[in-house]
């Protein structure tokens, strides 16, 4: 017998079919959900907690609060737009709990209006990519997470997740013009780490891919 | 060949932007969009950094070893 990790994605490629398959806990609806979107999740939880331990917990805890309350999803925005918004919100409920420096407000409750609409994880019906190499990615990665708390949660949340300027400054209970100026400090210390990449000629990113 | 860039100004423009007053969001994005507009490095720079950016945010992952495994049966306990 096949085992749930081995299962192909297509299987669930019918959004309504996988969120009639998570609300009746089938373990191929819950692996096909996990495969598509743990991944990314979890690497918004490590950026912003820079922990792999919390980044799990955090995880853990928001996809199972997800399917706890899949018959509240009522289809607004994509699935994974409603599971990236858990995902956050408990993230930045973790981060309040250990850095109340870094998240200064209780009152972060995102909406699904503060996430982009576009939903960038890949489905099965999109060829696997690998738009940049495992090194560079890495590379990127680390440079991220070396950033300083204060800095790194701005950049996080307003470049990688695309949240408004305003979202970003709410989430965090600073002003926008500290989201902004944070954001330029993290850009400017990125371009160093990054130099390699960002001050060569432009075609160095995809010769690098 | 392009000169190296060590930032100078740009470094003076965040000193800059910490003098201004905390809440005033247009004069922030005035004061680093004149920077950007008179530092074709400082703007080709950005103009790289947000497309890297850009290009990782869409890049697949994958997870820690393990931890799909151990999730799955936290959300489907096996019988």
């Given amino acids: 017998m096949s085992k749930p990790w081995d299962l192909d994605l297509a299987v669930y490629g019918d959004e309504a079919a996988l969120l009639d398959g998570l609300r009746r806990k089938d373990r191929y609806a819950c692996t096909c959900m996990l495969k598509r979107y743990a991944p990314r999740l979890y690497h918004l939880a490590l950026q912003l907690t820079k922990d792999p331990d919390e980044a799990e917990d955090i995880l853990q805890e928001a996809i199972i609060r997800g399917c706890d309350r899949i018959d509240d999803f009522k289809g607004l925005s994509s699935l994974g737009t409603w599971l990236h918004r858990i995902v956050l919100n408990t993230a930045l409920m973790h981060l309040r709990r250990k850095k109340p420096d870094i998240v200064r407000t209780e009152d972060f409750d995102l909406t699904p209006a503060d996430l982009p609409a576009d939903d960038v994880t890949p489905t099965p019906s999109e060829p696997i990519r690998e738009l940049v190499s495992k090194e560079l990615r890495e590379e990127i990665e680390q440079a991220v997470l070396d950033l300083p708390d204060t800095l790194r949660t701005v950049f996080v949340l307003r470049e990688i997740e695309g949240l408004s300027t305003a979202a970003t400054a709410s989430a965090l209970g600073i002003t926008e013009s500290a989201a902004k100026v944070r954001l330029h400090r993290a850009r400017l210390a990125l371009r160093d780490s990054l130099a390699a990449y960002v001050n060569g000629p432009t075609d160095a990113i995809q010769e690098s891919a | ?79």
Avoid: F, K, Q, W
């Fill in chain 2, 1 to 79: 060949m392009m000169d190296p860039h060590d930032h100078e100004s740009c470094r003076s423009l965040l000193a800059s932007l910490d003098a201004l007053a905390v809440d005033n969001v247009d004069e922030v994005e005035r004061v680093i969009a004149e920077h950007l507009d008179s530092c074709p490095i400082c703007a080709a720079e950005e103009g790289r950094l947000g497309e890297l950016i850009a290009t990782y945010s869409r890049t697949m992952t994958s997870l820690p070893p393990g931890l799909e495994a151990r999730l799955l049966n936290r959300l489907c306990p096996p019988d």
